[in-house]
């Protein structure tokens, strides 16, 4: 009786196991007997675990979205099958990156559409949206280099999002600590934001600047029936600020479409207000940039099309939810740190959006649970910054 009790008990703490070989990587982190290699580095998260396994997951998601080389996966059921002993000694290495030429012609398709030039040209559309903070940090920098280079096709943002890239060309933003004490910070004229501080003086010298502006606009709009939208208010905010820097300089000057629905949710808001008073008139129409909006996703076709998304709340949804009119992206990164159990929209892993038809069942998502200042960066530099020359040689399509 003693024995059988204690072969069951072992039986069930040494229960079988089913063989993950071939089918699974090995968990083992970056070597640095080896020197340090930063690429390399990089690399070895895949089979680091936990969130920098799923940063490297996001690198190839984004690297097949922009259709470059992947060499380490498998994708089946929208779940990531890993054929490689180790980053550096892969058993299969397969072609993932996606262009039109890889599917057939619809029947009714144009003659460009079926010229094998056209379809090898034509990539994946990429939607790229961030909340306002990321702005306001140094992040900025890496969003206006991939807008710079047209290396995305739509962007979604906050109006903090707009108006700190504008404030940006006009004067600083600071470090500063996250346990800086409000009303001392209120005193001086700083504003904090997280463990950064904007003085106060930066929106004053920004109403300077963008209240003329709203005057022209105003002109005409009487005068020449221009109907506003808030994407072109950014158009020309890009346009007048003329900055290298600005992310919205760039996406003028190489005609990236920026939308950001909630445009009075900010001190750009406080400046249409402020002018609504000193020279009533202007007019902004939200109608016509909802059209325009699910209509980048709409007549995407026949690209694909990804999603990255930095952050949660509008940014997110704006872009989902314009996917949704297509019947889902292909593509899918998260990069945030809010969690599902409130239900927030912002906190919903990918697959919630499957259920809703923003995201299709057999699409290409991951999330990455991370402060994406940490993440984003890092994501770049393995995908669109590693391959600035190719985007030189094949600019998107305007679809």
């Known amino acids: 009786m003693e024995d059988k009790l204690f072969a069951n008990v072992h039986s069930t ?6 063989t993950l070989e071939g089918k699974s990587a ?3 982190g970056y070597d640095f007997n080896g020197g340090v290699n930063y690429q390399g580095l990089l690399k070895s998260f895949i089979t680091t675990g936990f969130q920098a396994s799923n940063l ?3 690198i190839e998601v984004v690297n097949q979205m922009v259709g470059f080389l992947s060499q380490h996966f498998l994708f089946v059921d929208s779940r990531i099958v890993v054929l490689c002993v180790s980053i550096s000694h892969c058993l299969l290495e397969l072609k993932l ?5 890889h599917v057939e012609p619809v029947e009714d398709a144009s003659d460009e ?3 094998p030039v056209y379809r090898e040209s034509v990539r994946c559309k990429v939607f790229l949206g961030f909340t306002s903070n990321l702005v306001s940090s140094g992040v900025r920098d890496i969003i206006r280099f991939l807008v710079e280079h047209h290396m995305v096709d739509v962007v979604v943002t906050t109006t903090g999002g707009i108006e700190e890239d504008l404030i940006k060309c006009l004067a600083p933003t600071y470090r500063g600590d996250f346990s800086l004490p409000g009303a001392q910070l209120r005193a001086k004229g700083l504003n904090r934001i997280g463990n950064l501080l904007v003085p106060n003086d930066n929106y004053c010298k920004f109403e300077d600047w963008i209240i003329p502006i709203f005057d022209k606009m105003l002109e005409e709009q009487s005068k020449e029936k221009v109907l506003w939208t808030p994407s072109k208010l950014i158009a020309r905010m890009g346009k007048e600020i003329n900055h290298e820097s600005s992310y919205l300089y760039w996406a003028y000057k190489n005609n990236v479409s920026v939308y950001c629905p909630g445009l009075t949710d ?35 076709a026949p690209r694909k099309t990804g999603m990255i998304i930095l952050g949660g709340g509008l940014p997110k949804h704006h872009i989902c939810n314009a996917n949704m009119m297509r019947n889902g992206a292909d593509y ?9 159990f409130d239900g927030s929209d912002s906190g919903a892993h990918p697959d919630e959006a499957v259920s809703w038809g923003k995201i299709r069942g057999s699409a290409k998502t991951v999330k990455v649970h991370c402060d994406a200042t940490i993440a984003f960066p890092l994501l770049v530099a393995e995908t669109f910054a590693a391959r600035t020359k190719e985007f030189g040689q094949a600019k998107p399509l305007m679809i």
């Open 332 to 340: 899918a990164v998260f990069i945030n740190t809010a969690q599902e």
């Open 13 to 18: 703490v040494f229960k079988e196991s089913e």
């Open 97 to 101: 990156d996606w262009r039109l030429a």
């Open 266 to 300: 900010g001190s750009l808001g406080d400046m249409l207000y402020f002018h609504s008073f000193r020279n009533p008139g202007l007019v902004i129409d939200v109608v016509q940039d909802i059209r325009a909006m699910n209509g980048e996703a709409v007549h995407a």
């Open 113 to 115: 559409e079926k010229d």
């Open 56 to 58: 490297g997951d996001a």
């Open 26 to 28: 090995m968990i083992e």
